[in-house]
């Protein structure tokens, strides 16, 4: 073993994996070109992909997954730290005693009569200092060659991590995929990944949302930088002058269609240049701000719903060089999902005769995993080692009513208020009541490896000691009227929006103070051409003092349930808000 690496440590726990697993062999990745036709040759041969049209869809594949493996199972995903208070009431939590010993035991022997795949990765550009290593272990040729597209794998990574430092250690097995013997197990304290039962994407490329956001967000507690789920987004304007924007959304809230986002006409002489779609690392910058990477280098996206109407810089970088995921066939086996086209797929995500009578053709949750080389808008400078400076960071939440469209918080620690304050509405198309608001601060709930209490605290942290931070803003782009009808329409037009918030930036753009932040003033927000009914876009600036207040004690309560955790510099930015609500009411 120790013959294929230098790294002592490396080699051990790779002995140690296999006698654990016992494969049959062992395959040490190099991340070339010739490995990948390979493993998707091996996946043709067995079933695991499909071919594609190769004319339409050229080096393309589909894989369907087990029917009870379509999505994350965050039921399943658990954060084992020595204290619980640690992992915090955001996570399911285990000792990492038990964690280990409950998945230990379903990896005995899990990979008889399978290969073992050792898959060395470096998450963000190979040169870059905010990059971090990590090395995964699967049974799966899948994981290995989407590995390849998700992040710089193989021998250049491999030479990274010898160079010494510490790596996350990431062992997967799709074990006999049974939902019941499936864990997803998080160890932050050992930046160690262990998932069994589970061949999705989420579960099963560890590099993803187990390291970049749950094992790097706790070890950026300690090195003092930021692991967030937050696009970054370049903007050019006429002048060939860019600035970069983080943002932030729940699922659902159009996170992809902005980071790929197209101007509108009026916009012309504007670019708009895709940094990443998901996952932003932060770190303090020699000069004062914040920069960010990209710490990926594939998009594992969402298939239904994309379109060229909605997102076409994301469709047309779909044609090659593309791996899908339970996504239904057209009769000349094309690719195809709800959103995509008006065409009827004559199979459906399983494989079976589609039938619209019983229901969606493509899984729901269906996925495209693709180079981010391929986008149109692709910036050359999500290779660049140093990142790119953040102007702003956006959050933003599905809201039919009380949230503006856009505003500004008055400082940092006002911002943090808001990104904590981040949360959607339920609408009919969801299961269970309508209109329920679900918290989701920072977009990170799902993600955060450990107690929000203390990672709000370390978003106050980084607010001082970051000399010139990022302005924080908050969009709604879901407002609706009293017919239901969206008020603002959103997609490329949100380039409006964006223009306004990089102006407050420079110091331009005009805003009104409120109690819950800067909002526009009327006609600082370009709406030529748009076909707007009069006073629109007085609406969407409307501060209901009343409705405000009520928000205020239920996002209060919500912050309060984390107890001693929760930093008293965010309780007395709750009060300071309340206090100038109940004055302006007054």
Request: aromatic content about 10%; charged content about 20%; some cysteine.
């Amino acid at each position: 073993m120790t013959d294929q690496t230098s790294n002592t440590e490396l080699a051990d726990w790779v002995a140690e994996v296999a006698t654990l697993t016992q494969p049959d062999q062992i395959h040490w990745c190099d991340g070339s070109q010739q490995e990948y036709d390979d493993l998707a040759a091996q996946m043709l041969d067995d079933g695991t992909f499909l071919p594609l049209n190769p004319t339409t869809h050229p080096n393309s594949f589909l894989h369907r997954s087990d029917p009870t493996d379509v999505a994350r199972t965050e039921h399943l995903t658990f954060v084992c730290t020595t204290d619980p208070e640690v992992s915090g009431p955001n996570n399911q939590w285990m000792s990492p005693a038990d964690g280990h010993a409950k998945v230990d035991d379903l990896f005995a022997g899990a990979m008889k009569g399978r290969t073992l795949y050792v898959v060395p990765y470096c998450m963000g550009p190979l040169e870059s200092p905010f990059s971090r290593c990590g090395v995964e272990i699967t049974d799966s040729p899948y994981v290995a060659a989407s590995m390849r597209i998700m992040t710089r794998m193989g021998s250049a990574a491999l030479q990274r991590i010898e160079k010494g430092g510490p790596f996350v250690k990431g062992l997967h097995s799709t074990g006999d995929l049974s939902p019941d013997r499936r864990f997803i197990m998080h160890f932050p304290e050992e930046l160690m990944i262990k998932s069994i039962g589970s061949g999705y994407g989420g579960n099963a490329l560890l590099g993803k949302k187990c390291h970049a956001l749950r094992i790097a967000s706790y070890q950026a507690q300690t090195e003092g930088w930021m692991a967030e789920h937050m696009l970054i987004v370049g903007i050019e304007n006429p002048q060939g002058e860019i600035h970069y924007v983080a943002a932030a959304f729940p699922s659902a809230c159009g996170k992809t269609n902005m980071a790929m986002l197209i101007p509108p006409a009026e916009y012309e002489g504007y670019k708009v240049w895709t940094v990443g779609d998901d996952i932003a690392w932060l770190h303090p910058g020699e000069d004062g701000r914040l920069w960010a990477i990209n710490p990926e280098a594939g998009f594992f996206g969402v298939a239904p719903g994309t379109g060229i109407e909605t997102n076409p810089n994301a469709t047309n970088m779909l044609n090659k060089d593309c791996i899908f995921t339970n996504v239904a066939l057209t009769a000349d086996n094309r690719p195809w999902w709800e959103g995509l086209s008006d065409e009827t797929p004559v199979t459906d995500w399983q494989g079976q005769p589609f039938d619209p009578a019983n229901g969606k053709a493509a899984q729901p949750n269906s996925r495209f995993t693709v180079s981010a080389k391929q986008c149109a808008s692709y910036s050359a400078e999500a290779d660049a080692p140093g990142g790119v400076p953040i102007s702003a960071i956006v959050f933003g939440g599905r809201r039919p009513n009380l949230v503006p469209l856009v505003f500004e918080s008055k400082n940092w620690q006002h911002g943090v208020l808001v990104g904590a304050s981040v949360a959607s509405e339920t609408t009919a198309a969801q299961s269970g009541a309508v209109g329920v608001v679900r918290r989701d601060p920072m977009a990170m709930k799902p993600f955060c490896g450990y107690n929000f209490g203390d990672y709000w605290g370390h978003w106050l942290a980084m607010g001082e000691k970051v000399p010139n931070p990022p302005k924080i803003f908050h969009v709604n782009w879901f407002r609706q009227d009293e017919d239901g009808q969206f008020m603002w329409p959103g997609f490329g037009d949100n380039m409006r929006v964006l223009d306004w918030i990089l102006e407050r930036c420079r110091g331009n753009a005009a805003a009104v103070e409120t109690p819950i932040g800067n909002l526009p003033t009327e006609g600082s927000i370009n709406t030529n051409g748009l076909d707007l009914d009069p006073g629109t876009m007085a609406s969407l600036s409307e501060v209901d003092t009343t409705a405000w207040r009520k928000e205020i004690g239920e996002i209060e309560t919500y912050l309060q349930s984390y107890g001693d955790r929760l930093p008293s510099a965010l309780q007395a930015e709750v009060s300071r808000v309340l206090t100038e609500l109940q004055t302006q009411a007054g």
